[in-house]
């Protein structure tokens, strides 16, 4: 914009003498920190009121509208070494391409950010999501009814509707799409013609029909059911990449292999390679020896499932990823939680792309209800193995599973780790947590109570856990609850 639209501009932000959750006026320098999180705030605010940008100014008074100027250069500021632009772009996530003008409006310096509206996800700013509420700035977790209203206007944007491949003609999209595991997956009878398989792709959103023979074939379609991903352009680099090393690090790599099917024609094909490349025990039976995998089958495929299907599929030069290490296993994909990870256990899940978590649903590749995590819970302490680790980084989330270990060999955040899990396990399997259901567990001896008694001590001294009687003075009748319960 030139500097008469600017001053356009800024004289219609300013007559507006009601609340504008998606202007921002200031007079003054503010905190790096507290500029990335109004970034955050105006970017969903605006999407919610379905503007399609926002404005962070400085120059004006915020009670008055009156315009009065600012000594605030954001070009020459810094945070540490670094240029502010710079600095607030690394912890803006999805990317935010923010304009910032400086010009004068009557001989007044004024500065001007201009805020693209969120479109498919709300905008975080260091791992943390922001909105207006009035003229104050708010977490936007603390806002559920603004939350649930942002995502139900993100959803026309989701990913399953985007397009993977345009104007493809009928024989194309038979050719690319695996058509005949799609009827197979689905439960569904081939159909005997041309015409009638093209019609229940698009039924199942997999194809929009065009004009002429010609369909679009969806992004929930490609990345389902596509015969190759490599075909489908950008979408390639979202294929699952399973890599194994020779030891507890990645110094070595023993080999790497990249899916070459959509998640749901390739899944059972995935898993299978994923579980002949971990190590097994062997077991000694009456008569013979077997050997009996070292990480629960359900809980491989459950915590998979989970990576696919709740990535952030607009990150760019990312997509899931299996590394298999000696000593555990790691799983990672693109974008954070929706929830607490804490309350993966209890929570119903949530997921940025509903459609395909769906979908794989029906194709019973996950778990309705949220039950997929509990299942791979309870596989794990049945296999009696240190609990899992559910991380959560800038932009990725990552679970870890782990080999097999003695109590006495685990830290004392694996342990309480492992305690809060079961604790949650039990409580949403209408039971209670007590010291015996611990030591079966962890595989511990009765005589030996007094170790699953400081193992609960130390958890409910984290704030975990906590007494579900705090009236019951007797440590041997004691139960115990989650923190949120």
């Given at each position: 914009m030139n500097t008469h639209n600017l001053n356009v501009l800024l004289r219609e932000l300013t007559v507006w003498t009601g609340e504008s959750e998606w202007v921002e006026f200031k007079c003054s320098y503010v905190d790096p920190v507290e500029i990335g999180q109004y970034l955050s705030a105006i970017a969903n605010a605006a999407a919610l009121h379905r503007k399609e940008k926002g404005y962070l100014i400085w120059g004006v008074d915020n009670d008055t509208h009156r315009i009065v100027g600012t000594t605030f250069k954001p070009r020459s500021t810094k945070k540490g070494n670094e240029e502010l632009e710079s600095w607030l772009g690394q912890f803006l996530f999805p990317r935010v391409d923010c304009r910032i003008y400086e010009f004068e409006y009557e001989t007044k310096p004024i500065v001007l950010f201009e805020v693209p509206a969120a479109l498919h996800t709300p905008v975080r700013f260091q791992n943390m999501e922001y909105i207006?509420?009035?003229?104050?700035?708010?977490?936007?977790?603390?806002?559920?009814?603004?939350?649930?209203?942002?995502?139900?206007?993100?959803?026309?944007?989701?990913?399953?509707?985007?397009?993977?491949?345009?104007?493809?003609?009928?024989?194309?999209?038979?050719?690319?799409?695996?058509?005949?595991?799609?009827?197979?997956?689905?439960?569904?009878?081939?159909?005997?013609?041309?015409?009638?398989?093209?019609?229940?792709?698009?039924?199942?959103?997999?194809?929009?029909?065009?004009?002429?023979?010609?369909?679009?074939?969806?992004?929930?379609?490609?990345?389902?059911?596509?015969?190759?991903?490599?075909?489908?352009?950008?979408?390639?680099?979202?294929?699952?990449?399973?890599?194994?090393?020779?030891?507890?690090?990645?110094?070595?790599?023993v080999k790497e292999q990249v899916g070459a099917k959509g998640?749901?024609?390739?899944?059972?094909?995935?898993?299978?390679?994923?579980?002949?490349?971990?190590?097994?025990?062997?077991?000694?039976?009456?008569?013979?020896?077997?050997?009996?995998?070292?990480?629960?089958?359900?809980?491989i495929r459950e915590l998979v499932a989970n990576a696919l299907i709740h990535q952030e599929f607009s990150m760019p030069g990312t997509g899931p990823m299996v590394e298999i290490f000696s000593d555990r296993i790691e799983m990672t994909n693109a974008g954070t939680p929706l929830i607490d990870t804490l309350r993966f256990i209890d929570e119903p899940p949530r997921s940025r792309n509903e459609k395909l978590a769906a979908m794989m649903r029906?194709?019973?590749?996950?778990?309705?209800?949220?039950?997929?995590?509990?299942?791979?819970v309870f596989q794990v302490e049945l296999y009696q193995l240190p609990a899992p680790d559910f991380q959560v980084t800038a932009n990725h989330m990552k679970t870890l599973l782990f080999a097999p270990q003695k109590l006495t060999d685990m830290s004392s955040a694996d342990r309480i780790r492992a305690c809060y899990q079961h604790a949650c396990l039990c409580l949403v399997s209408n039971k209670l947590m007590t010291n015996t259901s611990l030591r079966d567990r962890f595989g511990i001896e009765e005589k030996n109570y007094a170790i699953a008694s400081r193992i609960i001590a130390e958890t409910i001294k984290t704030g975990l856990v906590k007494p579900a009687d705090s009236t019951n003075k007797s440590k041997k009748q004691a139960k115990y609850v989650p923190f949120w319960f």
């Amino acid at each position: 914009m030139n500097t008469h639209n600017l001053n356009v501009l800024l004289r219609e932000l300013t007559v507006w003498t009601g609340e504008s959750e998606w202007v921002e006026f200031k007079c003054s320098y503010v905190d790096p920190v507290e500029i990335g999180q109004y970034l955050s705030a105006i970017a969903n605010a605006a999407a919610l009121h379905r503007k399609e940008k926002g404005y962070l100014i400085w120059g004006v008074d915020n009670d008055t509208h009156r315009i009065v100027g600012t000594t605030f250069k954001p070009r020459s500021t810094k945070k540490g070494n670094e240029e502010l632009e710079s600095w607030l772009g690394q912890f803006l996530f999805p990317r935010v391409d923010c304009r910032i003008y400086e010009f004068e409006y009557e001989t007044k310096p004024i500065v001007l950010f201009e805020v693209p509206a969120a479109l498919h996800t709300p905008v975080r700013f260091q791992n943390m999501e922001y909105i207006r509420v009035g003229s104050y700035k708010k977490k936007l977790h603390d806002y559920p009814e603004k939350e649930r209203a942002l995502w139900a206007i993100f959803q026309p944007h989701s990913f399953e509707q985007g397009i993977a491949a345009a104007g493809a003609k009928s024989d194309e999209v038979l050719t690319l799409i695996d058509y005949p595991t799609v009827f197979e997956l689905l439960g569904q009878h081939l159909p005997e013609n041309r015409s009638g398989i093209l019609e229940r792709l698009e039924k199942e959103n997999v194809i929009v029909s065009k004009d002429n023979d010609c369909y679009d074939i969806t992004n929930l379609g490609a990345i389902l059911f596509a015969k190759q991903l490599e075909r489908f352009g950008e979408l390639a680099r979202k294929a699952m990449r399973v890599v194994l090393y020779k030891g507890s690090n990645r110094i070595e790599t023993v080999k790497e292999q990249v899916g070459a099917k959509g998640y749901a024609v390739g899944f059972e094909s995935l898993i299978a390679y994923i579980n002949d490349q971990l190590p097994q025990n062997e077991q000694i039976g009456q008569a013979l020896r077997h050997e009996v995998r070292m990480y629960p089958e359900i809980a491989i495929r459950e915590l998979v499932a989970n990576a696919l299907i709740h990535q952030e599929f607009s990150m760019p030069g990312t997509g899931p990823m299996v590394e298999i290490f000696s000593d555990r296993i790691e799983m990672t994909n693109a974008g954070t939680p929706l929830i607490d990870t804490l309350r993966f256990i209890d929570e119903p899940p949530r997921s940025r792309n509903e459609k395909l978590a769906a979908m794989m649903r029906r194709l019973n590749i996950c778990e309705e209800r949220g039950s997929g995590i509990d299942k791979a819970v309870f596989q794990v302490e049945l296999y009696q193995l240190p609990a899992p680790d559910f991380q959560v980084t800038a932009n990725h989330m990552k679970t870890l599973l782990f080999a097999p270990q003695k109590l006495t060999d685990m830290s004392s955040a694996d342990r309480i780790r492992a305690c809060y899990q079961h604790a949650c396990l039990c409580l949403v399997s209408n039971k209670l947590m007590t010291n015996t259901s611990l030591r079966d567990r962890f595989g511990i001896e009765e005589k030996n109570y007094a170790i699953a008694s400081r193992i609960i001590a130390e958890t409910i001294k984290t704030g975990l856990v906590k007494p579900a009687d705090s009236t019951n003075k007797s440590k041997k009748q004691a139960k115990y609850v989650p923190f949120w319960f």
